[in-house]
Structure formats: structure tokens, C-alpha cells
């Protein structure tokens, strides 16, 4: 297939796609381990997020199911994609990282003014052995690193720990309910097994595409935090379909990947901050409206979404005794039935044996 003959997908094309392989059409019937695997991984700048957000998309699970696997090792709380903070399985921890370690290394560039007078290597060996006789804080690691390097920036110090390391987040911290600073040590000592070399792309390509696609070269860059895999798009693509979206971009996408109609239904879907549906594509009017972008964001702080119709639609916030929606538009009233059922739904499956009111109103300015 030719870039000229290929089919165009408009935007409730992509949507639909997008949705079916997020698990956000239908619940799927996954354990968690497997949906973390699939999606490559959940955004977690905060604890909640990665519970919420398989709420949302798993049939029958409960928030225990997620902190046992991170208690036992086996999911992880780790800075990769995007320099951000993400919910991987062990073997994703020990794949992913070394694939966007360069973006860490450039990352520190612009630090350089705080690190005068470092050599990263020694800092990134000293940290080592630091965490890994114990789990340490970050003002504690500041604290040790400025003894060998007094005159440098103290934050700086930090930052190239975190961006040499391929630190974790110790339990307790990210277990639901249960409260933890953060605490770091290696994801190779706290696992017991080495980190895989650097993989080429290619594999994590094909995964992407199976969780995010169709999509762009720039769309899974966006993804990755990475540049220049328009290379492995290219040794991959006589395995791949393409077609072109309503701008002419060219899209790639896996033979086998479901690709539904324009018009299936979309139940409406409570999604946390942070949600990689949302931030995981170069353009993102596939899941945000145009008029609404930057609706579910004031200053540094991001909302938790709601989906209706697939789409960004409103935000909401749970306070101690209500779940509040903010719809951006009108609702039709068997929008807003809906939209108190799945929120009645989440409630129950996160905070069994609590009582909320649902109510709609404002939530955007709320403290």
C-alpha cells in the first residue's frame, strides 16, 4: 500500500481504535499484571492513578489485586517514559528504562550550570551504593551526595541521580490505602536481577501500536519522551498497514489490531490525572476536543478526567463525603444518568462501604 492510496480515519476512527485497545469501550476481563503489561504501563505521578485508571477499564478488580503485585515485586514505581513516574511490570522496569536512558542522559543537560565540577560517574557509582545499602529519601541522597560535592546545586545532585539510577519507589509507598515518603533504591537490587542492555525499538513499537494505535512516528514519541524512530517505523513497516488521518499524516498500525466502527458505542469513563490516554499522542484531538484543550489543566495541576461519547468531556474530584463532575458542555439527561452510574460503579469498586453523593457541579478553581 502506497502513502497515496492509503485509507484516511478520521477522528472518531482513531477515537473508536484508541478506546478498544485501552480497554475503555468494554471492560476487559484481565488479571491486573497482564492489563499493566498490555497498556506499557500506568502513569503514577501520584498513588492513586494506576488503581483508577484499571478500574476504569478491568472487569472485577479491586485495588488489593494492584498493591499485592507491588508489594511481591512484580509491578514497580519507576520515572521512564517522559521523565515521569509509571506503574511497569518487573520485566518492563528492567526493558524500558534502558530504552529512553539516553532521553535521561540529554535530560540532564540542562542542569549542567548546577553540576559544574561533578563527574557523573563517580556520582552515579556513589548513589548506587548509597541506595542500595538502604533505601534513601531524596533529601537524604541530597544530603549525602553535597558532602563529596559541596559547591553544587543540591537539586542538580539529585536530578542526575535519578536520571544515571533507574531508581524505584519502595513499598510501602504506592500501596492503596497505606501511606509511605518515597524511598529509593535500584530497580536491579530491589528486583534481584539485572537490567536488560538497551533493546532497538522495534519490539516496543509493535506494542505501542497494540496499545496506542494507529499512530504517527511523532505520535509515539510523544509517547516515549524519545526522537528518531522514524528508522524503526521503516524496518518495520512491511509488517505494518498504513493510512493517513484527516491532515494527511501518515498512520501506522498492526494488521490484526481492531479497528471499529466510527459509531460504536462509548460508555462514559472516570479516568484519573495523568492518564496516558491522553497524553500519548502528538495530537491528541482523538480523545480531546479542541475546544476543550487545556480544559483539564490550571497551572501545574491536572484534573482527573471524565470520558463521554470516548471523548474529553468534564472532570470531577472526590472530596470525604461526594464525587463532584463538572461536564465542559451540556449533557443530554441520558448522558448524565450514565454518567452517575459509572460513577456510582467506581465508587464501589475503590471505596466499598463508604457512602458519596454524586452530585454535577463545579470542580475547576476547587482547592
Not at 561533578?118 to 541530597?142: F, G, H, I, N, S
Not at 535500584?186 to 499512530?215: C, I, K, M, N, Q
Not at 458505542?265 to 496516558?276: G, I, Y
Request: overall charge neutral; hydrophobic content about 45%; proline content about 8%.
Amino acid at each position: 500500500m502506497t502513502k497515496t492510496t492509503a485509507p484516511v480515519l478520521d477522528t472518531r476512527a482513531l477515537n473508536r481504535a484508541t478506546l478498544d485497545r485501552q480497554f475503555l469501550l468494554r471492560r476487559a476481563e484481565l488479571p491486573a499484571k497482564a492489563a499493566v503489561e498490555r497498556l506499557l504501563g500506568l502513569q503514577a505521578q501520584n498513588v492513586k492513578p494506576p488503581y483508577y485508571a484499571l478500574a476504569a477499564r478491568l472487569q472485577g478488580f479491586a485495588p488489593e489485586e494492584l498493591s499485592t503485585l507491588m508489594a511481591d515485586r512484580e509491578v514497580v514505581r519507576i520515572v521512564t517514559l517522559r521523565s515521569t513516574i509509571h506503574t511497569h511490570t518487573a520485566d518492563d522496569a528492567l526493558t524500558l528504562r534502558p530504552l529512553v536512558q539516553g532521553a535521561r542522559e540529554r535530560e540532564l543537560t540542562q542542569f549542567r550550570k548546577g553540576l559544574q565540577g561533578v563527574d557523573l560517574d563517580r556520582l552515579a557509582a556513589l548513589a548506587r551504593d548509597l541506595v542500595e545499602a538502604e533505601p534513601r529519601t531524596m533529601k537524604q541522597l541530597r544530603e549525602e551526595l553535597l558532602t563529596e560535592w559541596p559547591d553544587a546545586d543540591p537539586q542538580a545532585l539529585a536530578i542526575a541521580a535519578r536520571c544515571r539510577l533507574p531508581l524505584v519507589q519502595v513499598t510501602p509507598r504506592g500501596l492503596w490505602g497505606r501511606s509511605g515518603q518515597v524511598a529509593l533504591t535500584t530497580v536491579e537490587h530491589w528486583l534481584g536481577r539485572s537490567a536488560e542492555p538497551a533493546p532497538a525499538p522495534d519490539a516496543t513499537v509493535l506494542r505501542y501500536l497494540a496499545a496506542f494505535g494507529p499512530a504517527s512516528v511523532k505520535d509515539m514519541q510523544t509517547w516515549a519522551g524519545l526522537t528518531r524512530l522514524k528508522d524503526a517505523f521503516e524496518r518495520l513497516r512491511p509488517r505494518l498497514l498504513t493510512f493517513r488521518d484527516e491532515h494527511g499524516v501518515e498512520l501506522f498500525d498492526l494488521p490484526d489490531a481492531p479497528r471499529p466502527a466510527a459509531d460504536t458505542p462509548a460508555p462514559p469513563r472516570f479516568l484519573p490525572e495523568f492518564d496516558n490516554l491522553l497524553l500519548s499522542h502528538a495530537d491528541r484531538t482523538r480523545v480531546i476536543p479542541p475546544a476543550y484543550w487545556g480544559r483539564s489543566w490550571a497551572g501545574n495541576m491536572a484534573y482527573s478526567t471524565l470520558l463521554v461519547d470516548g471523548f474529553l468531556a468534564g472532570v470531577w474530584k472526590l472530596t470525604d463525603t461526594e464525587l463532584v463532575v463538572e461536564p465542559f458542555g451540556a449533557l443530554t439527561r441520558a448522558q448524565r444518568t450514565e454518567v452517575a452510574e459509572e460513577g456510582a460503579r467506581m465508587l464501589a469498586v475503590l471505596h466499598p462501604g463508604t457512602s458519596y453523593d454524586i452530585r454535577f457541579g463545579t470542580v475547576v478553581g476547587q482547592p
